[in-house]
């Protein structure tokens, strides 16, 4: 270290505001580069058009939750600023701000290019009024299949206004008595959730009617003998975050109860059609009881997350990506291989979704249920699919005599549902399951799996970065590590007893588990890189994430910055540290990479004089990860995996096509491809695709 260094990044106060970036505001900058995949010419239609719906649903997600958080800030009238400077109500004002601005572009995108871009496919979405010839086949369609389902209810004396549940589209209409001249205020309900949103015209599927307008053209069925005045579309949306007590004597009851209560929270916005009156948008507003900060205007359609239908429309293979089938790992190739043999080989990884999940994960997993030999089968579920073989394994496993162990996340947010549903089913096989604690949610991702070997048992172990979940497995980027080494299967064991007892290890023996001794864990891998650097050696972090949030970690990256140490962050979402500050993290540069699939690997990496230090898991470096959640991250020994480990790490560094370089003003800005072109999904793509087709050559 120089003798300049230390006297200069001593002047920098770390703990500055200008330093941290603000959560809510960088997750928006994520969501404006989904937008801005749906706004490059260079993706395929129908992709851009999935970003668009994508960009859509991000977003309600954010204002069931995080906007609705801030929101109860505001109204609980905090006033003190956060680590970023910002009171809640600046926040609220930045939020709208930012979210104005990208909404007015996600409009001219989809209303301006992909829709006519579509139309000239083939592929139309079409008013009432464009389609004269139509009107007669969809006025049958509306009386058949959609008035049958269509409760209008009016609003007077006698009649309050309607509970509007979250997400729903309504239509709001103005109907005058021509007997009595009275008008009168009426809502109905948009039937979404049980009819498709676009009303398909002819055989072909290419041309489509929005539902809500069907309904329109045809209220006059809804109020026979009414004069209809006016009518306008809106769509409300509700806090939806669970909020379940420490002290929760039955956590499955409890989150029941805040199930049924998300229904009626709060709403925290008002999505109102730009052509809706200013009379009929003033009754609205008022009857639901909203700020204007929480009203925002549409120009187009309302609720783009429907558009996936037209996505889901067979064929036009011209306006999608080309398609990837996931490839077996190498070591895991043949109907008749032994998962569990091949890991007393040796550690194996897999990379999903250039990986299969079926012939990897759910393989391990029903050969140790065959496996006379295996005693017990434990498993973790944040979030599964309706399609997985995982859980109806477990009864199997049940059924043979063995010990089956489910630990169900029921506070899986937006999951939770389907979860208690799993629970129950499990439960009535047989199966142990266990829901956790209220106060902390289950987030790590393993199998546990042990079996008798000779006079004693010995632990097969799964951990991976991603939810057992066969469908997100095909379009998430994640890590698994399959491993039977003593250690870390005792680390895993001890896990599960903490999960389901009241067993406390006081420590574990190579893995960090949250929210014990991950980020001491992690911030004493960054200070030794630091002494490793300070001594003369070479040193390196290289850290792959989905978000950064904790300012703990931030500041001892911003140290190993001011100590001359290489920080290479690749986050995909959230990023509050703020790189390129002169005598602060001038040696840090941020990468995001948001493309064909969601990056949803975590890979920790620590180089020292030669070593390298490499952890896989389930957190981010969020306080929620390090404090409230159960997290698991395993350390990866075997060199090649290592290896393999850190060539993802360098080529999401490296991608120049689905790539944004974070600055110093909290800025991203989008790479430019190079002559040749890099995109670490199609290297990793052919990469996996190649090394199978070798091992598939070399056994024929």
């Known amino acids: 270290m120089t003798t300049e260094t230390t006297p200069t990044a001593a002047a920098i106060d770390l703990r500055s505001s200008d330093l941290y970036g603000n959560r809510e505001l960088s997750w928006l900058d994520f969501n404006a580069r989904v937008l801005e995949l749906a706004e490059n010419d260079d993706v395929p239609l129908l992709e851009r058009l999935k970003f668009a719906a994508i960009w859509t649903s991000n977003l309600d997600e954010f204002f069931m939750v995080r906007v609705a958080g801030v929101e109860d800030q505001v109204d609980a009238g905090l006033t003190d600023p956060g680590a970023d400077g910002l009171t809640p109500r600046d926040v609220i004002a930045r939020i709208r701000e930012r979210v104005v601005a990208q909404a007015e572009r996600h409009t001219r995108c989809l209303h301006d290019e992909i829709l006519p871009a579509l139309a000239r496919h083939g592929l139309r979405i079409v008013s009432c009024g464009d389609v004269p010839d139509e009107r007669q086949a969809l006025a049958e369609r509306f009386r058949r299949q959609i008035f049958p389902v269509l409760t209008p209810l009016a609003v007077g004396a006698g009649r309050p206004f309607p509970y509007i549940s979250n997400l729903s589209l309504s239509l709001a209409v103005l109907v005058r008595d021509p007997q009595t001249h009275q008008t ?54 509700r806090d ?9 004597h ?40 909203v700020e204007d900060r929480q009203v925002y205007e549409v120009d187009g359609l309302l609720d783009a997350t429907d558009l996936m239908q037209l996505v889901a429309v067979p064929g036009h293979g011209e306006l999608r990506d080309p398609p990837w089938t996931p490839v077996t790992q190498p070591r895991l190739q043949g109907d008749d291989v032994d998962v569990l043999a091949e890991m007393r080989e040796g550690d194996i990884l897999v990379h999903h979704p250039y990986d299969s999940f079926s012939s990897s994960v ?10 006379p030999d295996v005693l017990a089968i434990k498993l973790t579920i944040y979030r599964t699919s309706d399609d997985s073989p995982l859980v109806p394994a477990l009864v199997r496993a049940t059924e043979r005599g063995k010990q089956a162990v489910c630990l169900v996340e029921l506070k899986a947010r937006f999951d939770e549902q389907a979860n208690i549903q799993w629970a129950r089913k499990l439960e009535q096989a047989g199966v142990h399951v266990v829901y956790g604690h209220p106060s902390l949610k289950t987030h790590a991702k393993c199998v546990l799996v042990v079996r008798r070997e000779g ?93 950064l949030v904790d300012r703990r970690c931030i500041r001892a990256l911003y140290r190993a910055s001011q100590a001359g140490v290489p920080v290479d962050l690749s986050v995909r979402g959230i990023c509050c540290l703020r790189p390129g500050v ?12 948001v493309g064909r699939f969601l990056e949803h690997s975590r890979i920790f990496a620590f180089e020292r004089d030669g070593e390298t230090t490499v952890y896989t898991g389930s957190a981010d470096l969020m306080p929620r990860n390090l404090d409230t959640r159960v997290e698991l991250l395993a350390p990866v020994e075997d060199a090649e995996l290592k290896a393999e480990l850190m060539d993802v790490i360098e080529r999401s560094l490296a991608d120049d096509t689905s790539a944004w370089d974070l600055r110093p003003d909290w800025s991203w800005e989008r790479r430019e491809p190079g002559p040749e072109p890099r995109s670490v999904h199609r290297e990793l793509m052919v990469r996996h695709a190649g090394r199978a087709a070798e091992v598939t050559s070399a056994q024929a």
């Not at 680390?491 to 290890?505: E, I, K, Q, Y």
């Open 240 to 248: 939806a975050d669970l909020e379940i007590a420490d002290e929760a």
């Open 184 to 237: 009168t205020f009426a809502r109905v309900k948009v039937p979404k959730e049980m009819l498709p949103r676009f009303v398909e015209l002819g055989e072909d599927a290419t041309t489509f009617v929005p539902l809500e307008e069907v309904i329109a053209a045809n209220l006059d069925a809804l109020f026979p003998g009414m004069e209809i005045v006016d009518h306008g579309v809106f769509r409300v949306t």
């Open 362 to 371: 759910e393989k391990f997993v029903q050969q140790a249920v065959t496996d």
């Open 250 to 289: 039955d956590l499955l009851q409890a989150v029941e109860a805040e199930l049924r209560r998300r229904r009626f929270g709060e709403a925290v916005r008002v999505e109102i059609g730009s052509s809706m009156s200013a009379a009929l948008r003033e009754q609205v507003v008022e009857a639901l009881n």
């Open 455 to 547: 006079d004693g048992v010995r632990h097969y172990v799964h951990v991976g970065t991603g939810n057992y979940h066969a469908t997100t497995a095909r379009l998430y980027t994640d890590i698994g590590l399959f491993t039977c080494d003593e250690g870390l299967g005792s680390d895993v064991a001890d896990m599960f007893n903490f999960l389901t007892g009241h067993a406390r290890p006081a420590r574990f023996r190579k893995g960090l588990v949250a929210p014990t001794h991950m980020r001491d864990g992690i911030i004493d891998e960054i200070d030794r890189t630091i002494a490793a650097h300070e001594d003369g050696k070479t040193a390196r972090i290289a850290l792959k994430m989905n978000s």
């Open 582 to 593: 002169e005598r602060c993290s001038e040696n840090i540069r941020v990468v995001s990479v």
